[in-house]
């Protein structure tokens, strides 16, 4: 079937941005729609020129007989921005409080919308980062966890609280809450992760950083690395945090329950990115 350039353009874009960070071969592209790889070339000089120009991503071309070219996402400062500081208005609503100072985020967690700009952000400091896996803990992590691999076209590993026989022979660890100071246990199948394997920790809420340390202790038992740590929330005034490097997009620097006040700021992912 012969594909008319506006066809072929739309679909190459479709294709692209569906399989992130993987390598596509000129070759495929010819086949796929019929076309010489002079045209094919001209069609994703127009298409990296208007990633680039509107802030989607770019396409990087790897030269040689088994090149081809691959897209990583890039969300310029001048989008991103905008989104985080509408995040920290949306975080900042009184009604969030819960007792105990607790913080309601169910909703922008369960918004596709929200957590698919998010997953893009974060993705996009790690675009061009070796990675192999996205890691989170149950539950509240999951759905941020899976925009980031979507966007990097990685699995995602889920770390329990408990073991389950559907997950089969497990790696369990203790560790100490940061915040709370208490014992708690961390489950992975041993199936989930390969020795070696690089990974990305994400996680939708850090007080002191006791739950990333734990993940990380974790990753040992498996011999993996981490990659980079990625949180959407930070508390600020933590004495004792236990995570040092890490990017963040919305800080908590204040909560006030008697006032019913939220003070919520930018985290530090402009200035890390």
């Known amino acids: 079937m012969k594909f008319r350039r506006s066809e072929r353009l739309i ?3 479709t294709y692209l941005l569906e399989h992130p960070r993987q390598l596509i071969s000129l070759t495929y592209f010819a ?10 070339s001209e ?12 802030g989607i991503g770019t396409l990087q071309t790897v030269p040689g007989a088994a090149g081809g070219v691959k897209f990583f996402v890039k969300v ?23 007792p105990g100072g607790y913080l309601y985020l169910t909703d922008i967690l369960g918004n596709p919308t929200i957590v698919q700009k998010a997953g893009r952000i974060i993705a996009s ?32 590993v889920i770390v329990r609280r408990d073991s389950r026989v559907t997950e089969g022979p497990t790696v369990s660890i203790n560790y100490v809450s940061g915040s709370a100071k208490r ?8 199936r989930s992760l390969a020795e070696g394997s690089r990974v990305l920790i994400v996680d939708d809420f850090m007080k002191a950083g006791g739950t990333v340390m734990g993940m990380k202790s974790l990753l040992e038992e498996f011999k993996a690395h981490v990659a980079g740590i990625a949180v959407l929330v930070e508390a600020e005034k933590i004495e004792e945090r236990l995570v040092d490097e890490y ?3 919305v800080q908590l620097s204040n909560v006030d329950v008697r006032e019913k006040k939220i003070n919520v700021n930018e985290g530090n992912y402009f200035k890390k990115k």
Request: with cysteine; charged share 20%.
């Open 76 to 98: 310029s400062e001048e989008e991103a921005r905008p989104f985080v500081q509408e995040l920290c208005n949306l975080i900042a609503t009184p009604d969030r409080l819960l």
């Open 125 to 156: 400091a790690y675009a061009n980062t070796p990675i192999d896996v996205v890691m989170t803990v149950a539950t509240k992590g999951i759905p941020l966890a899976y925009a980031v691999a979507s966007q990097l076209n990685v699995p995602v």
């Open 247 to 249: 990017l963040s997009l």
């Open 31 to 40: 086949e796929r729609y019929a076309s010489a790889k002079s045209s094919i």
């Open 183 to 190: 014992i708690q246990t961390m489950v992975l199948s041993k």
């Open 43 to 54: 069609d994703l000089g127009i298409i990296k020129e208007t990633f680039e120009r509107r």
């Open 11 to 13: 679909d190459m874009v």
